[in-house]
């Protein structure tokens, strides 16, 4: 995943692992496993958000996922989305946090910042990549925990490209 530090600016900000919803935010649809979730300020400021939870039912991450409207790379390809993930405090950030979707080569995110909510990945999202969101059905996600090692969550595509076509 190629960095771009504008999907820290285009997403609103991040909720800590434990947490369900934010505040300021309302859940306005559900497709599959995936909530659509807008600020309350203004409605129309919409993002898809899943809960990621270890094997033993824990939250152990949140994703979510916005359209971008008139981004392009340096060399003029469009970017449609951006992602954004939410890791617990703790988190050894050097190691970065893979994603693997359906068993593919994974992709490694590096985390930018870490808050009192969490430690934050931000990046790009091409055509091609939303293309292997849309059609997959599992998204491996992993991390290092400084006291508990890594830590693999996956992240369910059901309902993925039904909830994104409604942003």
């Not at 771009?4 to 991040?14: D, K, S």
């Not at 649809?29 to 990621?52: E, S």
């Not at 293309?131 to 491996?140: E, I, P, T, Y």
Request: proline share 4%; with cysteine.
């Amino acid at each position: 995943m190629a960095g771009l530090a504008l999907a820290a600016l285009i997403l609103p900000g991040p909720v800590a692992a434990q947490e369900t919803t934010q505040a300021n935010e309302t859940v306005k649809a559900t497709y599959g496993d995936w909530d659509i979730v807008c600020a309350t300020a203004k409605p129309d400021q919409c993002r898809l958000r899943q809960i990621g939870e270890t094997v033993d039912g824990k939250k152990a991450l949140i994703v979510y996922v916005g359209k971008l409207d008139g981004v392009t790379t340096k060399d003029g390809k469009h970017v449609p989305a951006a992602i954004r993930i939410t890791t617990p405090l703790g988190t050894i950030l050097r190691a970065g946090l893979k994603i693997q979707i359906d068993g593919g080569e994974p992709q490694t995110g590096n985390f930018e910042v870490c808050i009192p909510s969490g430690c934050i990945v931000s990046d790009a999202i091409s055509e091609e990549y939303l293309g292997q969101l849309k059609a997959g059905s599992v998204a491996n996600m992993s991390f290092q925990l400084l006291q508990q090692g890594v830590l693999s969550v996956d992240i369910s595509l059901k309902g993925f490209t039904k909830a994104f076509g409604k942003l």
